[in-house]
């Protein structure tokens, strides 16, 4: 199937400009819509490839960068006064109003990487997501993780983040290769959270769970024995989280599906495309075929349908 990509620029709930890719089928199809979340410092064009896959099986999907990475980085990044929260209120919510508004007799469905299959409870749109899948999806509290490396966390987070967050106005990930550099407030919340038990908290320590349980479709997770960065037992906190969702966790070996590696980042890889692609794409098409296409944002099992989309702030 001929895909069809366009190069976007979407607003958030704020108004702020976020650079986004649509991956659409040329012909028109029934396929639902897929909104892909990315990990904390990662560019949208990781998951170009993927996103190329689910057009080429009818999917309409939209991947975007969160403010202050890729394609939506101000110059300089000290200059951007926002925090890791505002990439749920107002970045992932503004992507769902944009693809509602555009597509709104589509089931949307959500990929979440990381951190984006953690931002969707903290926005109002997650009653509009009739189904998620998490991949390495996790609760970045440091005790989740054992041996050297909690150890290593605990460092991260106490010390070398804020530290040097506030020292430069931003922090320099790209150099430690960590990713994509995090503005400064993003960074020093992300270091907070990571220190708390409870993980997504408030400055006082007191959890933040605004909109986990307004998400009540199917959650499949995804996590991998050699994911350093989502170990099973923070992936299974964040699936707590979402406590009216209907959850599913599949964790897998590399010689489950006959490699040596996956790791946080691999499965992105066109080598996983027969494997856990495809078995990605069944679920996310046997959860679209379970939504009535009838309105905007209908749930799976919904009878009623919300009387409008949600309105852009």
Same mark, same amino acid.
Request: some cysteine; proline content about 8%.
């Given at each position: 199937?001929?895909? #069809? ?19 659409? +089928? ?32 009818? *999917? ?11 394609? @939506? ?28 508004? =555009? ?35 996790? @609760?970045?509290?440091?005790? #989740?993780? @054992? ?13 070398? *983040? +804020? ?22 407030? /993003? ?21 933040? =769970? ?7 479709? +199917? ?23 979402? =406590?009216?969702?209907?959850?599913? #966790?599949? #964790? ?6 006959? /490699? ?30 379970? /939504? ?22």
């Amino acid at each position: 199937m001929n895909i #069809h990509i366009e190069q976007l620029t979407i607003p958030a709930t704020d108004g702020y400009k976020l650079a986004a890719t649509l991956f659409s +089928p040329e012909e028109e199809t029934t396929g639902p819509v897929v909104l892909i979340n990315p990990a904390t410092g990662v560019k949208r064009t990781l998951y170009a490839q993927f996103a190329r896959f689910l057009a080429g099986r009818g *999917m309409y999907v939209l991947t975007y960068d969160y403010r202050g990475i890729g394609g @939506s980085r101000p110059k300089p990044l000290r200059s951007l006064k926002s925090n890791m929260e505002a990439w749920g209120t107002g970045d992932l919510a503004g992507a769902v109003d944009w693809l509602v508004e =555009r597509y709104p007799r589509r089931p949307l469905l959500a990929v979440g990487h990381s951190s984006g299959g953690q931002l969707l409870g903290l926005t109002d749109r997650a009653q509009y997501v009739s189904a998620m899948l998490g991949v390495g999806a996790q @609760s970045g509290y440091w005790r #989740h993780w @054992s041996g050297p490396r909690r150890y290593a966390l605990a460092c991260l987070w106490y010390a070398v *983040m +804020p530290a040097a967050s506030r020292l430069l106005g931003y922090f320099p990930a790209k150099r430690l290769g960590l990713g994509e550099d995090l503005p400064g407030e /993003v960074a020093r919340e992300w270091a907070r959270w990571c220190r708390n038990p409870a993980y997504i908290c408030d400055e006082r320590g007191v959890p933040l =769970r605004p909109h986990f349980e307004e998400f009540s479709g +199917p959650l499949r997770a995804y996590s991998f024995s050699d994911d350093t960065f989502a170990p099973r037992a923070a992936v299974e906190a964040l699936l707590g989280f979402y =406590r009216r969702a209907r959850k599913e #966790h599949l #964790h897998l070996h590399p010689a489950d599906l006959e /490699v040596d590696s996956i790791g946080h980042f691999k499965w992105l890889r066109e080598s996983f495309r027969a494997s856990l692609w495809e078995d990605m794409a069944s679920w996310l098409e046997q959860q679209a075929r379970a /939504v009535r296409p009838s309105a905007p944002g209908m749930r799976l099992g919904a009878s009623q349908p919300p009387t409008q989309p949600p309105p852009l702030s």
